[in-house]
């Protein structure tokens, strides 16, 4: 707020400089607004035609032009949950490691490697996902699946190496430096003298861990996991690569689908047709409206985390 | 950290006089030639480039084509952005009439089913029409469905699931392919249709992206079946099959099956060459064969350019075929090319005289 205060009574470079960080700031929202407004203007037409039924039915026929893009939204929702479910423990117990266990010295080095595999471009994470992880998953992880847990519905099908089960697992290790860079942080924010209290009353290192380092950076961790959620989420090219593209909706994982980023990869380029285009774009605003939420939740949780537990 | 910081400021003045460079270097050039901007499909691009590169050496005349997909080459041309836009699937004749468009075939690409079936060489396995879309459709699901036995007397066909590939982004290909199943399956006519991406019955579930994303899957599954350019099934040295036609001979995809096909068929009656060479006549013909097409104005504005753009494609169409056949994509019929010429000088016109004399 200071910002703002007595920008007149100052010199005049300063108002300068501060009016034109004001003018970036502004510009930047209304870049997201301008986008917006070209996101719907674009997809009036489906928008006119298909109504709220665009979302929940499941068809994709460029033929008979019709368009329901359920099952694009499923796989995105779908494989984004279990990158979540792989990502946020993983996370949690490597950042516990950095945090409690490792000494400082080591924990650097280790740290610049997570932090190195956030760096590494997504198309690198899809093809290495096609060409060495989809034939491991066909051959060794699929099978194996299938024998602990049997004709389970769940992992019924073909193993033939991609598919919605790939695909979470790839997203699962894209997010995974992020979320263990903020859970790190989180906990590395919990007080000292918190934790060496518990040491003290003769508590183990476990029950100091799971009793006042995660339940202290509980919120924090939810932070972190949105973080990660909202990446996933909007993930192109990795998953293209290795989620199937198929637009049905089936009960197993090992089942090829699809994801909204993926659809608009694959058809972008070839769709000449109005409605077509259209379809496509609406699904683009889909994705804008989920992926907005999902921030602005996660950003304001994070705050109040932070607030929180801002003194040490 | 200043190092950096100095390092980044260097290489960013670097980076600009290098543009400042170049930026020269392509105005001098363009005041010496003529660019030709062309946009569009990205299964002729290879053929395309070999020939704007081979005429920029006799001509200095540059062809800047984008491989950006035939929707955003129809997309281009109609904004016109550019001299000429590329389509691998024919536009309807009032689509072209209501843009003011004229289009014409430049080069012949077949599509071919492959498969991954061992013990089988290529072109051993005998395919009809029908059988080609029940497997499409989820009606002939194991190699050694009675139906495949008849078509295939004397071969042990295993007792093997199929599976079957497709293609995951729209493209030109689904178009030829679903084309050619259209016109050969009434069950698939009335249930699916054809499109360059469209719905896929149930029993389709495996979609690679691209062409090398379906050779890739037919490779690694065991008992599948797909469809690839026919580049594609020779550079990867694919299993394909011998496919009846319409005269019903089982033939061999090859640039004489292509060709066959592309002479064969009624080019003369195609009004604005809406014609596509799947299911063609013709006991030589392959039945999934397709053509790449040009989109141009029917009135230019600048008639130097035209003609330069006309030019090239004449070039092309004479001088390019061996290129193109290096390739493996197959140069149009000379028959055909006399056609499309003749066109050029009754329909491409610049301040209402034709540009093509």
């Not at chain 2, 080019?267 to 060479?277: C, P, R």
């Not at chain 2, 392959?286 to 104005?297: N, R």
């Amino acid at each position: 707020m200071k910002l703002f205060g007595k920008a007149g009574s100052r010199n005049l470079t300063d108002t300068a400089f501060k009016l034109t960080t004001m003018l970036g700031a502004a510009l930047l929202l209304l870049i997201m607004a301008a986008l917006f407004a070209e996101l719907v203007r674009n997809s009036l037409l489906s928008i006119e035609k298909f109504g709220w039924s665009f979302i929940y039915t499941n068809v994709w026929d460029p033929v008979k032009e019709q368009f329901g893009a359920a099952a694009s939204i499923w796989g995105t929702v779908v494989s984004t949950l279990i990158a979540m479910a792989l990502a946020v423990p993983l996370g949690i117990l490597i950042a516990l490691f950095l945090v409690e266990l490792l000494p400082e010295r080591i924990s650097k080095w280790v740290r610049t490697g997570v932090e190195l595999l956030a760096a590494v471009p997504s198309i690198i994470f899809g093809m290495w996902g096609l060409f060495v992880f989809a034939p491991f998953m066909a051959e060794t992880v699929q099978p194996f699946l299938r024998g602990v847990f049997g004709d389970s519905p769940l992992f019924s099908g073909p193993p033939i190496g991609i598919g919605m089960l790939t695909a979470g697992i790839i997203l699962a290790f894209m997010i995974l430096p992020f979320i263990t860079a903020v859970v790190r942080d989180v906990f590395q924010m919990v007080p000292a003298v918190v934790k060496e209290s518990a040491h003290g009353m003769g508590s183990t290192l476990w029950e100091v861990t799971s009793k006042v380092t995660i339940r202290y950076g509980f919120q924090g961790v939810v932070g972190a996991a949105l973080l990660g959620l909202g990446r996933a989420i909007g993930e192109t090219m990795a998953v293209t690569f290795v989620i199937g593209n198929s637009h049905k909706i089936s009960a197993s994982l090992f089942a090829p689908a699809n994801s909204i980023t993926a659809t608009l990869a694959n058809e972008f380029a070839e769709a000449s047709e109005p409605i077509y285009l259209s379809s496509l774009i609406e699904l683009g605003l889909v994705l804008f409206v989920l992926t907005f939420i999902i921030q602005v939740i996660s950003q304001i949780w994070l705050k109040r985390v932070k607030k929180q537990m801002g003194v040490q | 950290m200043k190092s950096i910081k100095i390092a980044i400021v260097v290489l960013m003045g670097l980076v600009f006089v290098s543009f400042g460079c170049s930026d020269r270097n392509g105005n001098s050039d363009k005041q010496k030639a003529v660019t030709i901007n062309g946009a569009g499909a990205t299964f002729p691009y290879p053929v395309y480039s070999q020939w704007a590169h081979e005429y920029k050496k006799i001509t200095s005349i540059r062809l800047n084509y984008q491989s950006i997909g035939s929707g955003g080459g129809i997309m281009q041309i109609k904004a016109k952005t550019v001299d000429f836009g590329a389509s691998d699937a024919p536009l309807k004749p009032e689509e072209l009439s209501e843009a003011g468009l004229v289009q014409f075939p430049m080069v012949i690409g077949g599509v071919v089913p492959v498969l991954n079936l061992e013990g089988f060489e290529a072109g051993e396995i005998h395919l009809t029409a029908e059988n080609l879309a029940d497997i499409y459709l989820g009606k002939i699901n194991k190699w050694n469905d009675a139906k495949m036995k008849m078509s295939n007397p004397g071969l042990n066909l295993p007792d093997k699931a199929i599976a079957t590939v497709h293609r995951a982004d729209g493209s030109g290909t689904t178009w030829i392919f679903t084309n050619y199943l259209y016109k050969v399956s009434d069950e698939w006519k009335s249930k699916v249709g054809f499109g360059k991406a469209i719905s896929w019955p149930e029993a389709n579930n495996i979609a690679g992206k691209g062409n090398e994303g379906v050779a890739a899957f037919v490779k690694k599954v065991d008992g599948s079946i797909g469809y690839v350019e026919y580049a594609y099934a020779l550079q990867n040295k694919m299993n394909y099959v011998k496919l009846q036609n319409k005269a019903g001979v089982f033939v061999m995809p090859n640039a004489k099956s292509f060709q066959a096909a592309a002479a064969n068929a009624d080019w003369a009656n195609a009004d604005g060459y809406y014609l596509v060479l799947t299911d063609q006549p013709g006991k030589d013909s392959w039945p999934i064969t397709g053509a790449s097409f040009i989109l141009m104005y029917r009135n230019q504005k600048d008639e130097v350019k035209a003609k330069e753009v006309l030019k090239l494609f004449d070039w092309c169409y004479k001088k390019g075929g061996e290129l193109a056949k290096k390739l493996d994509y197959v140069p149009m019929p000379v028959k055909v090319v006399e056609m499309v010429e003749k066109k050029w000088s009754e329909e491409i016109k610049a301040n209402g005289s034709p540009v093509w004399k």
